[in-house]
């Protein structure tokens, strides 16, 4: 098994949104804000050699949105999904599968795009498997009102329509031999979290359970969260697994550190250590 860091550029949210009830005081130690409240963010995506299959990790927010759209969200850095691909060794077509931890657009975008006259959207990797799960799916779908404007359907319908689309049993045995899946619900439905194993360890893909390491204090939740209580639980249950097995946590949103690991002090869970994640390999 091999693994790629495949990223796909920075965009910019509200710090206040990232952090919740969380005092800017106290967020902007780790994650300092522009004159606009803004924090920069990472898209970093995660490429698995796994025999004969290469298995993407999420896709970024991809680039087939308006400027209308995307002037909200600042985008900026040289990366993008297939430039970091073709970086890695691989086409598009190479790709086999394509887990997508959740359909907000900053995680799925990348998944689909226009065709060359863009008169219709295809999914961008025409050879892959996607793989999602029946209720987050749904609950996509059919959005509620927090989360309308993150699931967008340019970037979910089409996957359906190709025939791409299968879904991961959340109590059936996963469908890929290296890789578990852990279901959460507090950022939103049926949050799919891969652990991997790689050579004896465990990397876990973050994803938005822990956006970056900012976020690794229990009340340091997310304002796009839907059920903050439950994504507190849902740390803490998390947290104390990976002290126990010595997981290494792989960020997602992170602008600065790509992996971390967490230990646990006198106040409570906190950042062990940083690093890439090919010094770990």
């Known amino acids: 098994m091999n693994l790629h ?9 509200d ?18 804000a522009d004159e606009k409240n803004l924090c920069t963010w990472a898209m970093r995506c995660l490429l698995i050699e796994d025999g004969n299959k290469l298995i993407l990790i999420d896709t970024g927010i991809g680039d087939k949105q308006d400027d209308n759209f995307l002037r909200h969200y600042y985008l900026h850095g040289e990366d993008t999904l297939i430039k970091s691909i073709h970086k890695a060794g691989f086409s598009e077509n190479d790709i086999t599968d394509v887990i997508l931890t ?6 799925c975008g990348g998944a689909t795009v226009y065709n060359k006259d863009r008169t219709k959207i295809e999914p961008t990797f025409k050879n892959a498997v996607y793989w999602s799960n029946e209720d987050h799916w749904k609950w996509a779908s059919i959005p509620n009102p927090r989360e309308k404007a993150s699931f967008l359907k340019e970037n979910i319908f089409p996957l359906r329509e190709s025939g791409n689309l299968e879904f991961v049993g959340i109590r059936e045995e996963t469908p890929f031999r290296s890789i578990d899946f852990l279901f959460v619900d507090g950022h939103t439905d049926k949050q799919m979290i891969p652990l991997i194993e790689y050579k004896g360890k465990k990397i876990v893909f973050a994803a938005d359970l822990l956006p970056s390491v900012g976020h690794i204090p229990i009340p340091y939740i997310m304002a796009y969260d839907t059920r903050p209580l439950i994504s507190m639980q849902e740390k803490e249950l998390f947290f104390t697994d990976a002290i126990s097995k010595d997981y290494i946590m792989f960020l997602e949103h992170d602008s600065v550190h790509e992996c971390c690991t967490v230990q646990e002090t006198e106040k409570g869970f906190r950042v062990k250590d940083t690093f890439k994640l090919k010094e770990v390999l």
Do not use: E, R, S, Y
């Not at 710090?15 to 300092?32: E, H, R, Y």
């Not at 959740?102 to 995680?107: G, I, M, N």
């Open 15 to 32: 710090g206040g949104a990232m952090f919740g009830v969380v005092p800017k005081t106290l967020w902007q130690k780790t994650n300092p």
């Open 102 to 107: 959740h359909l907000h657009f900053d995680h």
């Open 5 to 13: 860091v495949i990223n796909t550029g920075f965009f910019k949210l």
